[in-house]
Structures are given as structure tokens and as C-alpha cells.
């Protein structure tokens, strides 16, 4: 069976989102999303709003409440009767978000088993056939299979990846 | 750099000589670590004791203080110079292991990076040149890179690995 690593934030649980929500009700504004193309939010805001923001996911119980990807659910369950599924975080830069991650799982996706979660720094002690990310950093070192990009607002300037732009896009590239 | 995954309990800590101290203890007994030879304590013990000895590893803070191998720190700050190591340890089946681990690294082994560390379950997704580890479930499963037993009591009987009994030895080996 072919393995397949999934990347967790902005590809399963909606990082951006809460990011971009949560600055606009503490600092009771509103972000044009237009502007982030290829950029994160932080860096489209006032310097000393990005500092509160950079440090949003240091914050215990950031991650637990991230909405689910529209489709990721259901997608996750039939791929996993084709290749063998392992979701693997860059957990380790955010210590604080081992637990929020585990039982995010644990709630949205119930019989994903403990065995093909991996939390992580450098993706690239990781062995599959296809990783799906975000993120470039991940994509350029990952040697060992396929990189999928999967789109979000601060990658939309990339053109050197397979692109899938939602789950339904990576379900027809997959399945 | 060639990369090199040394599993953490009972090869960088001590978890061995814990679970068997912390049994005597509570059980006002002695093990005799002779009779441990290809098992773990709860297999020579008991079964009602078995059952509570099986359980220490989900109890908060049990990794926190496990001691660390004699010759471990200054081996790995070695191996460091000729190789990327990471520590990838099966911390998911424990989950309120997570932070006593990532501590314990901070405690023990101050300089090494985040970027480098990988909570998992199962170790067949990870890309390495070697694999050094005290349980056969994932030297069996490692096929990138070559696997090395790290000798415990309850992998005395194995023989089909190459094997090393302690740090000096695996210093000699790949240094």
C-alpha cells in the first residue's frame, strides 16, 4: 500500500481562518483577504499587530477549535482504503498544541488511529509516496515521494508544485 | 549528511530501569532482573501487579524523570557533527507523555533542535540512513536505511540485528 502523508494545518484544520478572525475581533478590524496572496497575515498588518498574531499558535487551545476543511473527512475515508494515511504536524514549534492537536483529531476524524499521526519539525525524515502541504519548505525537501501543493492564501505565488486547490481536487488526483 | 533516528526510551532514557524500581517500590518487592532476559518486567510478574505495571506509562509525568543512558549526552553531541540526528520516539500511544518528553530533551540534551524531534506511532514512515532501537515491531518495518538494536533486557534473545549494548559501543560503530 502506498503511503500518504498529510500535512494537518491549512490542508485538514483551517489555520488561516481562525488566524485571520481571531486578529479582527481582538483588534476589532477587518483584513482584505485579497491582499494575502503569497503573503500570511501578519505580514499585511500594522508591525505591532503581526507580533500578537505571530504568536497565536503559542497560545494552549489555539488549535483545538479549527474548523475541518470542507470534504477532508470523508476524502481521508476513502483514501485510506487505497494507500496507508499518516497525518504529519510540525506539532514541535508550538509545544503547547501536542494535546489541542491530538484530541482535534481524536474529534474529527474518530478512527484515525495513533499509530499514522506523526508530530514533527523537518519533514523530511519523512518516508511516503506523496506528501499534501502548505507549505514550500516542506514540498522542497521531500525527496522520498510525490509533493502536493495543497492551495492557501500564502502559497497562491507558487507554480513549481502539483496543485490541488481543495479536497475535492485532491480526491480526483488521488482516487 | 546522512540522517540518523535513535529511538528514545530504553536507548537515549532509562524507561527499563524505571518501570522496574517504581514496581518495587509500590509492591514492596524485588524483581529479579535475571529472569527479564527477551521480556518486559510485567511479563515475569504477578498478573494482578502486571495490570498496574502496564499502566505506568500513561501516567502523567512517568517519562519526566527517567535518568538518561551513561554516555548518551556525549555520544549524540558527537554523532551531531557527522550526522542530522533526530530522536523519534512512539510517544503517540502515551499522549500525556508529550510534554514530559519534549521537557526532557529540553533538560538533557539542551542543544538539540525541536526541528529534529518526531512523536510517532508507527516508525516505518521515517527516511533515515539508520535506525537505532530497542524494539524489534520497528527495526522488522525499517526498510530506508539500515536498523541497529540497542540492547534491552527484553531484546536479549534477538539475533538478527546488528547490536549494540551501550552508548561507548554505538560510538565505535558509527563514529
Request: hydrophobic share 40%; proline share 5%.
Amino acid at each position: 500500500m502506498k503511503k500518504l502523508a498529510l500535512d494537518m494545518d491549512d490542508v485538514i484544520a483551517d489555520y488561516v481562518d481562525k488566524a485571520v478572525k481571531t486578529y479582527e475581533t481582538e483588534f476589532n478590524t477587518k483584513v482584505d483577504r485579497n491582499k494575502m496572496h503569497g503573503k500570511k497575515v501578519w505580514q499585511i498588518i500594522p508591525e505591532e499587530h503581526a507580533k500578537v498574531v505571530r504568536g497565536f499558535p503559542y497560545r494552549p487551545g489555539f488549535f483545538r477549535d479549527l474548523t475541518i476543511k470542507p470534504g477532508a473527512k470523508e476524502t481521508i475515508e476513502k483514501l485510506q482504503q487505497k494507500y496507508e494515511v499518516f497525518i504529519v504536524t510540525a506539532a514541535m514549534e508550538f509545544p503547547s498544541s501536542f494535546v489541542d492537536k491530538y484530541e482535534w483529531i481524536q474529534e474529527h476524524l474518530p478512527s484515525f488511529s495513533w499509530k499514522n499521526l506523526v508530530f514533527c519539525g523537518h519533514k523530511h525524515i519523512i518516508d511516503a509516496d506523496f506528501l499534501v502541504d502548505d507549505h514550500e519548505k516542506n514540498l522542497s525537501t521531500f525527496t522520498s515521494g510525490e509533493p502536493i501543493l495543497f492551495s492557501a492564501p500564502h502559497n497562491a505565488h507558487l507554480n513549481t508544485y502539483k496543485r490541488v486547490n481543495n479536497w475535492q481536487e485532491l480526491h480526483d488526483y488521488l482516487l
